[in-house]
DNA sequence: CAGTTTTTTCAATCGCTATTGAAGTGATTG
DNA sequence: CAATCACTTCAATAGCGATTGAAAAAACTG
């Protein structure tokens, strides 16, 4: 875990040695951006855990094994293997099929766009749909006691049936903009794909 | 908190009572959507606590005072005190002047759709104008080394400089969208798809 | 197939955030 | 203006989800 000792014996590793200076700017753009990744994953209720590692593997040019990602990552063995799963059951990053090595090598999905709309579909579109049938379970519920015989029952029914109708017609618009954010994931944003990296 | 005595002599609470089945029904209506909403909070990142004070007020006929608020939400009056001041904080609920009352009574914000646009507003678009700036910055840090006069230094530069460059992609993207969505007040679906690409 | 290395699993632990409760501050009233 | 009632604050605590670490399982290797 030490720097090789530099061969030309002229240039020592210093802030001077272009080498260096290289490696510290890299490090510290890495680091800024891993640290904005995590932020935005834990925002969306991922685990920091896998936001880390799928920087760290989308951020390096070769893939990666379970010891170098805990290494980097400075996670356990344990939590390594883990969000490794976790994120292959998401689909955002894929094992390599590395003939001759002993270990598992991991690289990150490159194609970002899919990956989002994955989760838009897969998470955000089923809470967004859940949300629509109870507060529409809620509104058949009260509807029973809407026509109920004593009178200040049945305002209080249509008070709350009006409330709730409000809460199913977001919920509704919400579920509308995901499904057209999916959409436009998979055919629309084909224009936003190309100019996205490689994909042949 | 006990159901006063029915005036009519026959009528009993159980079951069978118009006025018991009603309130029930109300009941399990009403736990169905906070509940709802507790869950749609609570990954939105909101407190749990705020999600069911504003439940509580939202599906109530008349203002609230902290103690009926406590009372229904099983919190306490710190609790109460802070979640209120933070719901407030983000216009969701707003205090009512009640001229002749000791205690202070409140009231839901009921145009939700402005509600949720005010958070769209000050939480999602600052998030994600922030991870715009902070790849861009990232950006510009690799750029300074991508001229380097050592050959691999460049190359990893700008690898790592077109990963960066498709975050920024999709980050700018997403801004866009949340942009069009705060613009169009929700409904409006059709405009999202134009916010999207914004390239040919 | 026995030995060795890598990965997975899961109970225990850790750390963090939400909540409490009691003390402090402020408001209202007789 | 003193007494009471309402509200706020914040240090301590509880509860929960993420992480660890050690042990079991699986995958290689010679």
Known sequence: MHAPTIPTGAAAPT?????????????????????????????????????????????????????????????????????????????????????????????AETDIVELVTRVLRERELRLVEQAVDRFEEAMRILDEEAGSSVPDEMIHARFLHTRVESLARLARAGRGVVQQLVRAGLFDLGAIRDALPRRR
């Open 15 to 107: 802030a001077d040695d272009p080498r260096e200076r290289a490696r510290l700017a890299r490090e510290r753009a890495c680091l800024l951006v891993s640290d904005t990744l995590a932020e935005l994953m834990g925002f969306w209720n991922f685990k920091p855990s896998m936001g880390r590692v799928w920087a760290v593997l989308y951020l390096s040019r070769e893939p990666l094994d379970a010891d170098a990602i805990a290494e980097r990552t400075g996670l356990s063995a344990g939590s390594v293997s883990m969000t490794l799963a976790e994120l292959q059951r998401w689909g955002v990053i894929r094992r390599v099929p590395a003939p001759r090595a002993r270990r598992r090598h991991y690289e």
